[in-house]
């Protein structure tokens, strides 16, 4: 494997660079957009407690924003399940919490999409940097002093080299279709957590502003 690498020539390496930056974002991405991660087993517990608390108590003084802060720290998406509780608890009408929601879900969503724009880059470049080395190779090959001078060349060495040229190829999709089929994915669990969050704080959100919902 090694000596293809090199008989493949410089080209190869800008495709070994990429494919483990490529590896490194699908998996890194992988364990980000876990459910277990995005929603802890006490984060959405803990914000519909504190919502019911909230509920219960006369303007919300069962809550303080210590807690609603700790809330916050708990996961990538609790910011976003804390921000109705704080603007409820400072007194914001529902345009106002909506406002904010909206500014606070725009950061969720950078951290749920981060580096997948990367990750399809890749997918993209990779065949066509697999397409230059091979034109690279040929263009040695053919190139070479004895094609100039007219000398004939071994069809078993021309045939090798031409072999050698196609690994750039073979490689370049090599790296495209796994990173393809990597970023369908991760974009789909992206969604999926955004779909989420979208829906737990829409329920905390008609909680606690139920007469505002249904003018």
Known sequence: MY???????????????????????????????RQIHIF??????????LTNQMLSSKGGSAVSDLQVAELAQLSPASPLLACTLKEKLSGSSAESALEELQATAQSTWLKLDRYLGAL?????????????????GMIEIFGSQGAI????????????????????????LLIA???????????????????????????????????????
Not at 3 to 10: T, Y
Not at 121 to 126: K, R, V
Not at 149 to 172: D, E, K, M, R
């Open 120 to 136: 399809a880059t890749i997918a993209t470049i990779a065949p066509l940097l697999g397409l230059f080395g091979t034109v690279v």
């Open 40 to 49: 802890p087993k006490n984060c959405l517990e803990t914000a519909f407690t």
């Open 3 to 33: 000596s293809i690498l090199l008989s493949a020539g410089w080209p190869i390496w800008p495709l070994l660079i990429i494919s483990i930056l490529g590896l490194a974002i699908a998996l890194e991405r992988c364990w980000y957009l």
């Open 177 to 215: 279709i796994p990173a393809l089929a990597a970023w369908r994915g991760l974009r789909s669990m992206a969604n999926q957590r955004q779909r989420e969050c979208e829906e737990f704080t829409r329920q905390i959100f008609k909680k606690l502003y139920p007469t505002d919902n249904a003018k």
């Open 149 to 172: 001078n007219g000398a004939a060349g071994s069809p078993q060495q021309l045939a090798h080299g031409i072999s050698v040229a196609l690994y750039n190829t073979a490689f370049g």
